[in-house]
């Protein structure tokens, strides 16, 4: 669906037998995202998932502390994301980690630090999925987080997926894969 487009934050990345999404930004706080039209609430009785194979770049520039590379985000309430898979250049003792950051509440800015492990140097797969107020984050299979977010059952949700600076620097994600499945 994306043959013949390109510009400078995204474009296919060919090898000889691949192409990849290929997601790259610079600035403070700028992005370059998908953003999935489907919405749905954290209570549905069916899972709502997005599965991605996805490379994370280790930074171009020092300045460039930390990036959203997939998330859930609400579309009508507090405009917050429920949950961001990030990467992180340090927390917790931590140098070159991959990071869940869950909301923990409507009502305050607290948030939960789940560590998902040192950052893959090639394609990983990435999985976030909800249903009956249940989280659930997945690397390569291992369930990483499985928490109620009965919290967040009032608020329309849908995904994103792409490069989210969270500060100022330059980064770059590639997907070989995206899927996002609702039943």
Same mark, same amino acid.
């Given at each position: 669906?994306?043959?013949?487009?390109?510009?400078? !934050?995204?474009?296919?990345?060919?090898?000889?037998?691949?192409?990849?999404?290929?997601?790259?930004?610079?600035?403070?706080?700028?992005?370059?995202?998908?953003?999935?039209? %489907?919405?749905?609430?954290?209570?549905?009785?069916?899972? @709502?998932?997005?599965?991605?194979?996805?490379?994370?770049?280790?930074?171009?520039? *020092?300045?460039?502390?930390? =990036?959203?590379?997939?998330?859930?985000?609400?579309?009508?309430?507090? %405009?917050?994301?429920?949950?961001?898979?990030?990467?992180? @250049?340090?927390?917790?003792?931590?140098?070159?980690?991959?990071?869940?950051?869950?909301?923990?509440?409507?009502?305050?800015?607290?948030?939960?630090?789940?560590?998902?492990?040192?950052?893959?140097?090639?394609?990983?797969?990435?999985?976030?999925?909800?249903? %009956?107020?249940?989280?659930?984050?997945?690397?390569?299979?291992?369930?990483?987080?499985?928490? %109620?977010?009965?919290?967040? *059952?009032?608020?329309?949700? !849908?995904?994103?997926?792409?490069? =989210?600076?969270?500060?100022?620097?330059?980064?770059?994600?590639?997907?070989?894969?995206?899927?996002?499945? =609702?039943?």
């Amino acid at each position: 669906e994306f043959e013949g487009f390109a510009d400078w !934050y995204f474009y296919l990345a060919q090898t000889s037998s691949d192409n990849y999404m290929t997601f790259v930004m610079s600035g403070d706080h700028n992005r370059s995202e998908l953003r999935q039209m %489907n919405e749905w609430k954290t209570s549905t009785s069916s899972w @709502r998932k997005m599965i991605g194979e996805v490379k994370c770049f280790y930074p171009s520039t *020092s300045s460039l502390d930390q =990036y959203t590379f997939m998330q859930i985000h609400d579309s009508d309430g507090i %405009n917050k994301p429920l949950v961001r898979l990030v990467w992180l @250049r340090s927390r917790s003792g931590k140098s070159d980690h991959l990071w869940a950051v869950i909301r923990t509440s409507v009502s305050s800015s607290s948030y939960q630090y789940v560590d998902l492990g040192a950052r893959p140097s090639g394609f990983f797969k990435a999985e976030i999925k909800v249903r %009956n107020n249940t989280l659930k984050v997945k690397i390569n299979g291992v369930t990483k987080v499985s928490k %109620n977010v009965s919290y967040w *059952s009032a608020y329309h949700n !849908y995904f994103k997926a792409g490069v =989210y600076l969270q500060d100022a620097g330059t980064a770059k994600v590639q997907f070989k894969s995206l899927k996002y499945y =609702y039943n």
